[in-house]
């Protein structure tokens, strides 16, 4: 699932807005010098971006009025509310307080996609039906596209192999006729979700707008969304305001996002129209498209990860998978049993989440590490899941690997041989294993600190998550701990989690 290397949501931003706020770290006496330092470099890092100029001066003079040095206290930690004020600006930027539109279940939804062309529409219809579809709802695609040369047949063969159901016409003229029919068919036959595809021009048309509004008259839409393309900068802004006056742009879908895009633009353009984001696309793939949540986006921009996003995916995995199965991986991990199998499977899933740059940006603190070791981190992955392949069941599923590969050498050598590593590589795989598995047999015996589902548990005594953040403390290597912001950012970090636990 690894494929083409792809780039962390707005890279270039992010990095610079992270480095920053994070300047504020390596600074002894925090003073308005410092303030209007760090101000600057996240205002230039913004306007860089194509954010337009007016809102990074409203965020600056936001920021600023809520920083009083002469008024703060002295036992305050001027750091923390310097970033966390910084942080909820670019939340405020990027959050027009508006509820999106939620599809109903049990009744048909039908949601109309509006675009120009090549901002990545058709590709969007398939990744929002496959969304929904994965979800468990009766999900369905119409294309109205008879603009563009060739679009319904990119249409079929996007929904063919998505699995999707759809409707369309290779005779038909009419968008209005098509969608009206499409729409309709699909309603008589229970669908809950239907999205219908339209056309889009290479630039905002009179005859584009009048052929959206027949459309959006035809079939009377429960939501419209423009999809907005993230790579065309300051455009973004004109481009939604323009669609808005014409047909009730209820949210926006932003694409592209794993291209080296600027992104600026498309942040103008939420604050514009005051129209929220619902999803982003972030690579080519079916499954590279993701629920904008704006706290968590945010903290991804500043380097502080988003470990809630992380733990989503990792629970929708697990939620498809066999119930038995994973609770007995919970009752196993919970006693702090960790077996060579277990390792293999975590790689699996770590593989399953997306690139390596993805799954590090999540990560508090790892996100620059991810960008930079991209390929490496992906080929390292391949190669330890190449030599657990290359290991006999017994192996795998022996209660103490470790003991089991030190106590016969000719192991690890004939290991070696059959993954075309060298045997250094085993030993060193090895090495992480039993870091990771006396960890597991640590924190497994911590009583009262999980739930029977897993999940650390809300109510879990002060005394437990203490003893939770030593053992993980004693398990990481200095350069990781100080990564995640030293004691304590993990115990942050821990808390992130816990109240994942507790959301679900």
């Known amino acids: 699932c690894f494929g083409k290397a792809s780039v962390m949501v707005l890279t270039a931003l992010g990095e610079k807005l992270a480095n920053a706020v994070r300047s504020l770290n390596s600074t002894t006496v925090i003073n308005e010098d410092v303030l209007n330092a760090m101000l600057k470099d996240v205002c230039m890092a913004l306007i860089e971006s194509d954010v337009n100029v007016q809102l990074v001066r409203q965020l600056r003079e936001n920021v600023r009025g809520v920083i009083n040095f002469e008024e703060m206290a002295g036992g305050l930690n001027k750091r923390r509310m310097i970033q966390q004020a910084v942080f909820q600006e670019l939340v405020r930027l990027m959050d027009p307080g508006v509820a999106p539109w939620q599809p109903v279940k049990g009744r048909p939804n039908t949601v109309m996609l509006v675009g120009l062309q090549g901002s990545g529409k058709t590709t969007t219809a398939t990744k929002l039906a496959r969304y929904y579809q994965r979800r468990s709802w009766r999900t369905c695609m119409v294309c109205a596209d008879t603009y563009r040369a060739g679009a319904f047949d990119q249409f079929k063969q996007n929904a063919a192999k998505a699995g999707i159901p759809f409707y369309g016409s290779y ?38 707008f009048e052929e959206m509004l027949q459309v959006s008259n035809a079939i009377a839409p429960d939501s419209v969304i423009f999809v907005m393309d993230a790579t065309i900068g300051q455009a973004c802004e004109a481009q939604a305001l323009a669609f808005k006056r014409t047909v009730d742009v209820g949210s926006v879908i932003v694409t592209k996002l794993d291209s080296r895009a600027k992104g600026g633009g498309a942040l103008s353009a939420i604050a514009a129209t005051r129209s929220p984001v619902v999803f982003v696309g972030t690579g080519e793939h079916i499954e590279d498209f993701e629920q904008f949540k704006v ?108 003991r089991l590969f030190s106590n016969c050498s000719a192991r690890a050598t004939r290991v070696a041989r059959g993954s075309g590593v060298s045997e250094r590589e085993v030993r060193t795989m090895l090495s992480q294993y039993a870091k990771l598995s006396q960890m597991v047999r640590r924190v497994g015996g911590i009583r009262g600190l999980f739930s029977a589902d897993g999940d650390l548990k809300s109510d879990a005594s002060a005394a437990s998550m203490a003893r939770l953040q030593a053992q993980v403390a004693r398990s990481l290597d200095s350069r990781a701990l100080q990564r995640v912001g030293g004691a304590s950012g993990l115990q942050s970090l821990l808390r992130q989690v816990q109240r994942r636990g507790v959301a679900d």
């Open 171 to 208: 005779t038909e003229t009419d968008p209005a006729v098509i969608a009206s029919e499409g729409v309709d068919r699909f309603k008589r036959d229970g669908f809950e979700v239907i999205i219908v595809d339209t056309s889009g021009r290479h630039r905002q048309e009179d005859a584009l």
């Open 295 to 402: 706290k968590q986006f945010v903290q991804k921009l500043l380097g502080m990860g988003d470990l809630a996003g992380l733990i989503d995916k990792v629970s929708e995995m697990s939620s498809s998978q066999d119930e038995a199965s994973n609770a007995e991986k919970m009752r196993r991990l919970r006693q702090g049993l960790f077996t060579l199998r277990d390792f293999q499977e975590q790689f699996a899933t770590f593989q399953e989440l997306g690139s390596f740059s993805q799954v590090m940006a999540a990560i508090p603190g790892f996100g620059s590490l991810g960008n930079k070791n991209e390929l490496e981190g992906r080929d390292q992955f391949r190669r330890y899941l190449t030599v657990l392949d290359s290991m006999s069941d017994s192996e795998l599923d022996a209660a103490d690997g470790c």
